[in-house]
């Protein structure tokens, strides 16, 4: 069913705004998915914070013109959907990967991520990049190894002074 101007317009106008915010792209194929599988696969990206797109693949390259994403132009061929990920930028691929475990009806075609083209067969690799939380507190770890050390350090004579002073004192102890 062919769309009208203005609704492309509408289309493109949406997507360019998620797109603005978004941190990492997916461009897949769903030929052969039924309906029931295509919403399946939405009600989870929509639980995981990822905007979940069918669109034209010309309606596509308009939208993703001069941003991160521009990378992706030619990778969009045949019937897609895009998903853009716009909090976590594994967020997208955790999806679509877990999906993958159920269906094979769905090839990933291209990645985008930071402004660069990462391919399809690395989906793995970036559904497996943290989330905020855990890049967060994987950073404090870090940042508090060396303190804890610091301080293990710094209490460790008076301990031994103590540990000594022990022993001295049970040694000149008379013995029952």
Do not use: H, W
């Not at 559904?127 to 890049?135: F, I, N, S, W, Y």
Request: charged letters at 25%; proline letters at 6%.
């Amino acid at each position: 069913m062919p769309l009208k101007l203005e609704d492309k317009r509408r289309i493109v106008e949406e997507v360019t705004q998620v797109v603005a915010t978004a941190q990492s792209a997916i461009a897949a194929e769903y030929r052969g998915m039924t309906v029931a599988e295509m919403t399946q696969l939405r009600v989870q990206a929509r639980k995981a914070g990822v905007y979940l797109r069918v669109i034209r693949n010309t309606l596509a390259r308009r939208a993703t013109a001069n941003t991160p994403f521009e990378c992706m132009k030619d990778s969009l061929v045949g019937p897609l959907v895009m998903a853009f990920s716009i909090n976590d930028p594994g967020a997208g691929a955790r999806v679509l990967s877990d999906y993958l475990k159920t269906n094979q009806k769905l090839v990933v075609k291209s990645i985008a991520l930071g402004g660069k083209l990462i391919p399809a067969k690395e989906l793995d690799k970036v559904a497996k990049l943290p989330t905020l939380e855990q890049a967060l507190s994987q950073l404090l770890a870090v940042m508090k190894a060396p303190l804890t050390q610091l301080v293990r350090t710094l209490a460790e004579p008076p301990a031994k002074l103590a540990r000594t002073l022990a022993a001295v004192r049970d040694s000149k102890q008379p013995s029952e």
